[in-house]
């Protein structure tokens, strides 16, 4: 069984860094590509951003760029989102999601629970 | 950025009624190397993450059952419920997976006579 488990959220100051984690079972997970979508109920879905089977290749949705990281451990079947220089509107439940094909078309067939950040002073 | 639209917002029907949901995107989402269309269907249950439906518009994911049912081509997209179940109460968003970054709709809720 597939399994996608998000940890690392919390409460965490305006500027500051936190470090999201999501450990993945059940399939090979070098063998597909991952990626990070949040929601708010304001803003609804967003992705957030994506990297390749091997790591080599990220992607980032503007807002995000210069400010978050995404990379992975295949050893330790696991994909990481490195959020420094948050702000409020980073706000947000987090996805942990997996590419549905693994490495061609970018839909997402299994989600995380998600875990929430909350950008406050 | 493509701007995904999905009507109506809210639908409420009941139990062994069609219904029918849009979405339409700001480009076409046909690509032409394999006149594919990019565009995937999901459903988010109260308090649970979101489920994929669909993927390349009409390709139903395994396990889903087939009252759900994706059409549409280009820009115009429908999902279709042949007939509603009490477990269908839900959100249901669609995605376009054409190009970075990738965005969705802002949902059509489904309510339950």
């Known amino acids: 069984e597939v399994q996608l488990v998000e940890s690392g959220g919390g409460l965490v100051q305006p500027g500051r860094s936190l470090k999201l984690s999501c450990a993945a079972s059940?399939?090979?997970?070098?063998?597909?590509?991952m990626a990070w979508v949040r929601q708010t109920p304001t803003k609804g879905l967003e992705w957030v951003a994506s990297?390749?089977?091997?790591?080599?290749?990220?992607y980032y949705r503007d807002s995000v760029k210069g400010r978050f990281t995404i990379s992975r451990d295949n050893a330790k079947n696991t994909q990481y989102l490195q959020m420094d220089s948050l702000r409020s509107e980073d706000t947000a439940t987090y996805y942990c999601?997996?590419?549905?094909?693994?490495?061609?078309?970018?839909?997402?067939?299994?989600w995380g629970q998600g875990v929430m950040v909350t950008v406050s002073s | 950025d493509i701007v995904m639209t999905q009507t109506p917002s809210s639908q409420a029907v009941s139990a062994g009624e069609k219904v029918t949901m849009s979405c339409k995107s700001s480009?076409?989402?046909?690509?032409?190397?394999?006149?594919?269309?990019?565009l995937a269907w999901y459903q988010q249950k109260p308090g649970q993450s979101p489920k994929l439906l669909i993927y390349?518009?009409?390709t139903r994911e395994s396990g889903v059952p087939d009252r759900f049912i994706g059409s549409g081509s280009g820009t115009d997209f429908t999902l279709t419920i042949s007939s509603v179940q009490a477990e269908d109460l839900a959100d249901y968003y669609c995605?376009?997976?054409?190009?970075?970054?990738?965005?969705f709709g802002s949902g059509t809720k489904l309510e339950i006579k």
């Open positions: 999601a997996r590419r549905g094909d693994g490495y061609t078309y970018h839909y997402f067939d299994y």
């Open positions: 059940g399939f090979t997970f070098s063998n597909y590509g």
């Open positions: 990297i390749s089977t091997g790591g080599g290749n990220t």
């Open positions: 480009q076409s989402l046909l690509y032409s190397g394999d006149q594919k269309n990019y």
């Open positions: 390349l518009a009409s």
């Open positions: 995605q376009q997976h054409y190009s970075y970054p990738f965005t």
